[in-house]
């Protein structure tokens, strides 16, 4: 079911550098793991289209209350590993 | 008297408002423990340098009137939680050399009451563990046999009040990551309802089961230090009040439920604890509480579901580590290969692997297959429980399968690391609080055998209840 191909699919789409004994490990294990997992199937589904936690509700608040402007803006950029004044530097997209 | 590093918080805090004890003299005292132990234990990843001018001020708000339990405490800081301008790494490569920008809300509490701060403490790199292993600093050991692990994922809180560097400590619990290392260093831990505790601060891992708690010696220092860190909050939609649930109607001593634990047969966890669970049950029956057998037919699929919802929502919830903005960034051909080059250096080994599956089972194709499916096998277990609290008002198991492990001894089977979290992961599954309290504690309060505990579960928000079952158990 997963194989080397698949693994190295996944981690292109989850954008994580692997070197390819890697991939081969992980084929074995995450096969292992989704075995695993696959018990779930046998559990019933009866009444589970109503599978939403009843519980759950959901929270709105106004768009209002901003704090100042640039309250944060340092401190954030301060952290960013590659910056220029107010701004974090990416590399170029197109 | 005690030596102080041995002092429970309820004891500290008499001795403080008494001024028998300054906050500078006990901070000293427990640092040194801690200074002198961490070589070896590895409990801390850093062990703060201005603790005792966190101490002085804190007598100082005691010279001023503060009474609060915790002023001049010495607590335990998992190194996910965010406080202001100091490191925090979550145990990963990742956010090496990352300073917080803000306090966390549960911080920023303990901050008012005087708490003070001793260091950031160890875990499994963000959370994902049940031995702290999976460290990217290296491994904590157990400070009762330092050939075992102390659990994870918040096995360095845990070895920190264990070894005596603290007297209690907060961790963070998605499958178990509080009541597992507690239980495995002899210690008290309640993983609180979902939402009663803000999560503002802490490193997401599974958003709609992590939740902040308290680790420590004792029911009541656990007591003292969940009402100081609850309460709903402006900065964490999914934080609720207490009023969200209805209060159960209890009329003298509450029932006790538990359940068949054949119910598990399968499963593939060796349940060595039986022994000792049972001898507990009687302990409560002997104490009057009556004591009942209810159903839990779903609870052999909880480590499964879990292991397919956690990998899911972990895998977005760490999709932001791109080396833009924290931490590590490694340079690549262009913006993409950044990402993958980052990610590639700064994840270790469990993270990837969840990641992977995580982008597996939502993947197109496969997301109803497995999580849809997971989220309604999760809605079955929460029904269980419902159900079982109709007719109980505390549901008992096992908080472990058996006591500590030896280092090494799980760390390359991973299904065997999951099937950790046997019968602490319902609770995470359904929302509900759970504490787990020493079971094999010799008359004199210390232990024969490596620790072992019981996990009391009670309906949502009902954290009081399981303080008051939880004393009367400790006794």
Redesign the interface.
Known sequence: MIDKEKIHELANLARINMTEEEEKELTGEVEHILEFVESIQEASSVESDNFKNTQSYNVMRKDDNEHNKSLYTKDLIREAPDKDGNYVRVKKIL | MKKYPELTIKEASVLLEKKELSSKDLTEMVLDVAEEKNGDINAYLEIFDDCLEQAEEADKLRSNGNTEALCGVPIAIKDNILIKDRRVTAASKILEG??A??DATVISKLKTKGSVFIGRTNLDEFAMGASTENSAYGSTKNPLDTTRVPGGSSGGSAAAIAMGGALGALGSDTAGSIRQPASFCGLVGLKPTYGSVSRHGLIALGSSLDVIGPMTKTVGDAEILFNSIKGKDSYD??SVDES??PKKEISGKPRIGIFNLDELAGVGAKIESYDNFNASVNKMRDLGYSVEEISLK?I??AV??Y??ILPAEA?SNL?RF????????VDGE???D????T???G?GKEV??R???G??VL?AGYSD??Y?????????I??DFREAFKSVDIIMTPTTASSAFKLGEKVND??AM?LEDIFTVPANHT?IPALTVPSNKNKDGGFDDMPLGVQFMAP?MHESLLFTVGKDFEK
Not at chain 2, 322 to 329: A, E, H, I, Q
Not at chain 2, 338 to 341: H, Y
Not at chain 2, 372 to 380: D, S
């Open positions: 990352y300073r920008v803000y939609s999914t969200m649930f779903n052999k699929y499964p579901t292991y397919v895998s999709a791109d080396g833009v903005r924290y931490g590590l960034s262009n913006g993409i950044d990402f993958k080059k990610k590639g250096a994840f990837r692997r990641i992977i599956i982008t597996y993947s297959e497995y849809k499916k997971a989220l309604k096998v999760r809605e079955l929460s029904q991973p299904v999951y929302g949502h």
